[in-house]
């Protein structure tokens, strides 16, 4: 039992799973913020404001919005919801979306990619 008195189960990994009030497993990160496991079995980090925050295959923290659709965060921090169509659209300062164009779509991307091997590959000089 954890101090809150909430049951946490061994993840496989060995790592700490709490289960959340839902009754969803929700596995600590390494950095100690709650993970939750989404129905598909990718893990949901939940942000400081308590939204949750898939994780895309990438690695890149994808927030899931009010309405439940996926919101990545560009590497600058600001979030990029993705329209149903798959497109990108990067939330405005104000909050409004902003759809990106292809050219800017595709930086992202790279930008994306670029985050995602940068993070994997140990960098040597």
Do not use: F, I, K, T
């Amino acid at each position: 039992m954890s101090p809150e008195g909430s049951p946490v189960r061994m993840s496989p990994e060995g790592s700490p799973v709490r289960m959340s009030p839902e009754g969803s497993p929700v596995r600590m990160s390494p950095e100690g913020s709650p993970v939750r496991m989404s129905p598909e079995g990718s893990p949901v980090r939940m942000s400081p404001e308590g939204s949750p925050v898939r994780m895309s295959p990438e690695g890149s923290p994808v927030r899931m919005s009010p309405e439940g659709s996926p919101v990545r965060m560009s590497p600058e921090g600001s979030p990029v919801r993705m329209s149903p169509e798959g497109s990108l659209v990067r939330m405005s300062p104000e909050g409004s979306p902003v759809r990106m164009s292809l050219e800017d779509e595709h930086q992202a991307r790279l930008e994306d990619e670029h985050q995602a091997h940068s993070d994997r590959v140990p960098w040597s000089e």
